[in-house]
């Protein structure tokens, strides 16, 4: 199987994760945008939290103790791991190649295009998904880049920003249009598909990408990821999080500087509690979804909702929302008012 390594805080010996693919021999998908295959290596994709619950079903041995929840969460021992994936090692092997098809062709022009118009440098990006893994469909599949730390994606945004207004460039901003989403399966209750696809367009971080050898458009998406020293432990072991039902709130974003990464983390000031327990210290929202990442900015007003958690340290108690996987998934939102 293989894991993503998710979040920036782990107990010790032992890391968080996210079941991101695993081999036919013990799962097989519906879904026939998970098959991938690379000569007589099968695997699926996760989709949802369909991963989460294959592993508990099955896989006990790959889940951990996490003390703030004082739960059992899926991730893998560091004796039980096999190999690791690097993205900025696998996107520096490719680079140094003689690109074997038409998908790496297109990776490395891209690449070299931002290069030139950026400081970037190899080290400041990576790859993952099927190209770090080796089983990518040279015709099919996507350019998935890592852009690390908050000065580089900052300067990439505005690259890219750029580059969507040139005439003649082969970026373009792939939400610039409803086009994107035409065929999308939406399940979000409370957050529409008009609303995505507004929010999505102003990340600027997932695009479209026209290579004339390959001869199509390329979905391209550059996923945030914290450099190390930007990391830091956000519980200790003594910290306890405790879940306190159902919130809906309007907040006011006063810090947005890790809204860019997993988890994205909005410092806010409340403005209003329209559903749930009435606290007037609810400090953050804490979220674990893909589609609430870049979600808001400083200063601008939001609708919230999701589950209110009580944060014990041994320095201080407040209340936070937590955006996650779990029951009424689809019904957690952040989204912009204003």
């Given at each position: 199987?293989?894991?993503?390594?998710?979040?920036?805080?782990?107990?010790?010996?032992?890391?968080?994760?996210?079941?991101?693919?695993?081999?036919?021999?013990?799962?097989?998908s519906?879904?026939?945008?998970?098959?991938?295959?690379?000569?007589?290596?099968?695997?699926?994709?996760?989709?949802?939290?369909e991963?989460?619950q294959?592993?508990?079903?099955?896989?006990?041995?790959?889940?951990i103790?996490?003390?703030?929840?004082?739960?059992?969460?899926?991730?893998?021992?560091?004796?039980?791991?096999?190999?690791?994936?690097?993205?900025?090692k696998?996107?520096q092997?490719m680079?140094?190649?003689?690109?074997?098809?038409n998908?790496l062709?297109?990776?490395?022009a891209?690449?070299?295009?931002?290069?030139?118009?950026?400081?970037?440098?190899?080290?400041?990006?990576?790859?993952?998904?099927?190209?770090?893994?080796?089983?990518?469909h040279?015709?099919?599949?996507?350019?998935?880049?890592i852009v690390?730390?908050?000065?580089?994606?900052?300067?990439?945004?505005?690259?890219?920003?750029?580059?969507?207004?040139?005439?003649?460039?082969?970026?373009?901003?792939?939400?610039?249009?409803?086009?994107?989403?035409?065929?999308?399966?939406?399940?979000?209750?409370?957050?529409?598909?008009?609303?995505?696809?507004?929010?999505?367009?102003?990340?600027?971080?997932y695009?479209?990408?026209?290579?004339?050898?390959?001869?199509?458009?390329?979905k391209?998406?550059?996923?945030?990821?914290?450099?190390?020293?930007?990391i830091k432990?956000?519980?200790?072991?003594?910290?306890?999080?405790?879940?306190?039902?159902?919130?809906?709130?309007?907040?006011?974003?006063?810090?947005?500087?890790?809204?860019?990464?997993?988890?994205?983390?909005?410092?806010?000031?409340?403005?209003?509690?329209?559903?749930?327990?009435?606290?007037?210290d609810?400090?953050?929202?804490?979220?674990?979804?893909?589609?609430?990442?870049?979600?808001?900015?400083?200063?601008?007003?939001?609708?919230?909702?999701?589950?209110?958690?009580?944060?014990?340290?041994?320095?201080e108690?407040?209340?936070?929302?937590?955006?996650?996987h779990?029951e009424?998934?689809?019904?957690?939102?952040?989204?912009?008012?204003?």
């Amino acid at each position: 199987m293989i894991f993503r390594v998710y979040g920036y805080t782990h107990p010790r010996g032992a890391y968080i994760c996210d079941p991101e693919y695993a081999p036919a021999g013990i799962f097989k998908s519906k879904d026939p945008k998970a098959y991938r295959a690379k000569g007589k290596q099968i695997h699926y994709k996760f989709y949802t939290d369909e991963g989460l619950q294959f592993v508990k079903q099955n896989y006990p041995e790959y889940t951990i103790r996490y003390e703030p929840l004082q739960a059992s969460l899926v991730g893998v021992k560091e004796e039980l791991i096999k190999e690791t994936r690097q993205p900025d090692k696998a996107l520096q092997s490719m680079l140094r190649k003689q690109p074997a098809d038409n998908l790496l062709k297109a990776l490395i022009a891209l690449y070299e295009q931002l290069h030139q118009r950026t400081n970037l440098s190899k080290t400041d990006l990576g790859v993952f998904g099927s190209l770090l893994h080796n089983f990518y469909h040279p015709r099919f599949s996507d350019l998935d880049f890592i852009v690390y730390g908050r000065k580089k994606l900052k300067e990439l945004a505005e690259t890219l920003s750029e580059l969507y207004r040139e005439a003649d460039t082969p970026l373009r901003n792939e939400f610039d249009s409803f086009e994107s989403v035409k065929d999308k399966h939406w399940k979000f209750k409370n957050y529409s598909l008009q609303e995505y696809v507004w929010h999505q367009e102003r990340k600027r971080v997932y695009a479209l990408f026209q290579h004339k050898e390959s001869q199509r458009t390329i979905k391209t998406e550059f996923e945030p990821v914290k450099r190390w020293e930007e990391i830091k432990n956000e519980y200790s072991a003594r910290t306890r999080i405790i879940r306190q039902g159902w919130t809906k709130i309007v907040a006011r974003v006063t810090e947005d500087k890790d809204a860019a990464f997993i988890p994205s983390i909005y410092q806010i000031d409340l403005s209003k509690i329209l559903e749930g327990k009435k606290v007037e210290d609810i400090r953050r929202v804490v979220s674990y979804v893909e589609e609430f990442r870049m979600q808001a900015q400083q200063d601008e007003l939001v609708l919230v909702e999701g589950n209110l958690e009580l944060v014990k340290t041994p320095r201080e108690t407040f209340h936070q929302v937590a955006l996650t996987h779990g029951e009424r998934y689809y019904e957690q939102t952040l989204k912009v008012l204003d």
